[in-house]
């Protein structure tokens, strides 16, 4: 570069490589840093991604909590175990790679795109990240979460585990109002999705106690909204003797040990009879049939988590009992509004949570893999 002989023309340059050296700097400390699945499986990787500028309704949120949900598995290993051998690979479903996950994420806006006119930068929110096409049917009727163009933050598109998050819409923001970001995190999907399933029992909840099958971060988000919700309370079945006094301490009525051989007489004795109403968030073969077995005829089964297999009941005793089986898949917009009210209420006790720095997302997820975590872990910046 430069011309020599020619003083000023080779000042100018100088110049200019200043210049273009301060931009290069500028542009190295705005840049965003993610954890991503590059491959299924393997380590998430730290990427640096430029930093993003917000169009239309979009805005950025630069996060503080980003919580860490068995989901967050399924998706990280890339299938679903649909039982009989046959496997759901996300590969085939639309998952793009490389992928930032992270569905529970609190922050504060940092920037909106021209057209949000309800949200300010500084303002603290929680992110509903089941977000749909907009424009089906059960989009336009306010089920975004039941979508079947989805374009979930963390799933179908990029989500928390980063420094910042671009969220499409400002109407997917709610605002905290007080809260602290790492305590409601959660909300947005292990709270939410019990909530959603508790309202698909009905009143049943206040009169009958519900079996809650499963004591994890789920499990403990239902043992206590539950109690927000004017219920009678839970009976919980968990194979681990730590998440089972977890879940006595987040106020369920008894806890049975779902590996002990007369688990269902338990469960039955602890409901004082056959049951109404039953949650499954672990969802495989074992807990499906202990949840369908404890109920009397006209109960209600619904099946929240995506374990695996195949189901366990035999058909003519779905008409004989007349049970309903239902699946929940999260929760809407609406119930996620509906939910943070019940928060702001103090009516939730607190589950416990823990924080790791947002580098430990890999380790985080083979703690939770291998059953080493009780309650949620929130991954902080
Ligand atoms: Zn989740
Ligand atoms: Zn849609």
């Not at 705005?30 to 990787?45: A, H, N, T």
């Not at 907009?134 to 990029?158: S, T």
């Not at 469960?267 to 949650?279: D, Q, S």
């Amino acid at each position: 570069m430069g011309l020599d002989g020619d003083a000023g023309f080779g000042e100018a340059n100088r110049r200019t490589e200043v210049a273009e050296l301060e931009v290069a700097l500028v542009v190295e400390d705005s840049r965003v840093k993610s954890y991503q699945v590059i491959d299924f499986g393997s380590p998430l990787r730290d990427t640096d991604l430029p930093d993003p500028s917000p169009t239309g309704h979009e805005v950025v949120v630069a996060v503080k909590a980003a919580g860490v949900c068995h989901s967050d598995l399924h998706i990280w290993e890339g299938s679903y175990d649909l039982g009989g051998g046959r496997r759901l690979m996300l590969k085939d479903r639309g998952i793009p790679l490389p992928l930032t996950m992270g569905h529970e994420t609190a922050g504060e806006i940092i920037s909106v795109g021209p057209n949000v006119t309800d949200r300010k930068v500084g303002e603290m929110v929680l992110v509903y990240p089941w977000i749909g096409c907009g424009v089906c049917r059960v989009c336009r009727d306010g089920y975004e979460n039941l979508c079947m163009k989805p374009r979930c933050l963390g799933v179908h598109c990029d989500g928390g585990y980063s420094d910042q998050i671009v969220v499409p819409n400002s109407k997917y923001l709610l605002p905290l109002d007080g809260l602290d970001p790492v305590s409601v995190a959660p909300y947005a999907c292990s709270g939410v999705t019990t909530y959603s399933a508790l309202k698909k029992l009905g009143s049943v909840i206040k009169e009958e106690p519900v079996l809650v099958i499963g004591a994890g971060g789920l499990g403990l988000m239902c043992v206590t909204i539950l109690k927000a919700m004017g219920g009678k309370g839970a009976i919980v079945v968990d194979i681990d003797a730590k998440r089972r006094a977890a879940a006595l301490e987040a106020g369920a009525l008894a806890a049975v040990d779902g590996s002990a051989p007369d688990a269902l007489a338990q469960v039955v004795a602890a409901l004082g009879g056959p049951g109404w109403a039953a949650i499954d968030l672990v969802g495989s073969p074992q807990t499906a049939a202990l949840g369908f077995d404890s109920l009397a005829k006209g109960g209600k089964f619904i099946l929240v988590g995506l374990f695996g297999g195949s189901s366990p009941w035999s058909l003519p005793l779905i008409p004989m009992k007349a049970v309903t089986i239902e699946g929940n898949y999260t929760g809407n917009l609406a119930e996620t509004r509906e939910l943070l009210d019940l928060v702001r209420s103090g009516a939730i006790p607190k589950i416990p949570i823990r924080t790791r720095p947002m580098s430990e997302a890999t380790e985080t997820l083979e703690d939770l893999k291998a059953g080493r975590i009780v309650g949620r872990v929130v991954l902080t910046p």
